[in-house]
């Protein structure tokens, strides 16, 4: 009976998880990450995302988990370890392997955003800017050698359209595509465009101005849920990884 690995990534809005068999995803899921939830009520998510795929859970061997939400980190622990009857890795800044951090304090480092460099390093080598395109948008720089050097974080595309949204009193939430033009012929149209154009040039100008801080030929790669919407339009992203975090910590867990 081939072993499988069962990896968790908890971010502040949506919650992966994904089973590997081997070095490949066999299946993956999103939920909300609700912080009303019961570990109880989080198992019955995973199995039966796991019973609906026709994966028996005693074929899970190993799991780990990657969490910025703390009030679900414990429940995610505590269900995996009651049902599965394994011992999940709760990755840290003490589980990662071949990177040197250097960030103040160490342990603030986000554990999505360890498992990413780890990924990316491992797939690409240094020097690499991460960019993770999610709640938040978040670059993290790793040099050459593989040290975490750090990076910026900046407002996610639906942080953004939920502020204009919310601050103002007429503005809608609309649906993030880009627009026929880059001038808005409607205040959607305008929101969209101001939205995903501001967002494009963010981040060809932050890269920019990370690669001349590096120095040399420095590797881009994007993940999170708007990578391969912002690739198609920018002159910096070079690749879409969207299992980035999922693959550290399937190589977090098999490396410990």
Not at 6 to 28: C, K, W, Y
Not at 60 to 69: C, F, K, L, P
Not at 171 to 191: H, M, W
């Amino acid at each position: 009976m081939n072993k499988l690995l069962l990896a968790i990534d908890v971010g502040n809005t949506h919650t992966t998880v994904a089973v590997f068999r081997g070095q490949e995803v066999e299946e993956s899921w999103s939920f909300s990450s609700d912080t009303q939830h019961s570990a109880d009520e989080l198992w019955l998510q995973v199995a039966s995302s796991l019973s609906a795929s026709g994966i028996d859970s005693r074929r899970i061997a190993r799991a780990g988990i990657s969490s910025v939400v703390p009030a679900l980190t414990e429940r995610y622990h505590q269900a995996l370890a009651r049902r599965l009857k394994v011992d999940p890795l709760v990755i840290t800044k003490d589980h990662v392997p071949g990177i040197r951090i250097d960030y103040h304090p160490p342990e603030a480092v986000g554990a999505d955003r360890l498992c990413s460099a780890v990924a990316g390093f491992q797939r690409f080598g240094g020097p690499l800017i991460v960019i993770d395109l999610g709640t938040a948008t978040v670059f993290d720089v790793i040099r050459a050698d593989g040290t975490y050097e750090g990076g910026l974080i900046a407002p996610g595309l639906d942080t953004a359209v939920d502020s204009l949204h919310s601050m103002t009193a007429v503005l809608p939430r609309v649906v993030l595509t880009f627009p026929d033009s880059v001038v808005g012929k409607s205040t959607a149209e305008s929101i969209q465009a101001g939205v995903l154009y501001g967002a494009i040039e963010m981040i060809d100008g932050i890269v920019n101005r990370l690669r001349e801080h590096l120095g040399e030929q420095t590797r881009v790669v994007a993940t999170g849920g708007f990578s391969t919407l912002l690739k198609s339009r920018s002159r910096t992203i070079e690749r879409v990884e969207p299992n980035l975090v999922l693959e550290g910590i399937r190589l977090i867990v098999e490396g410990q």
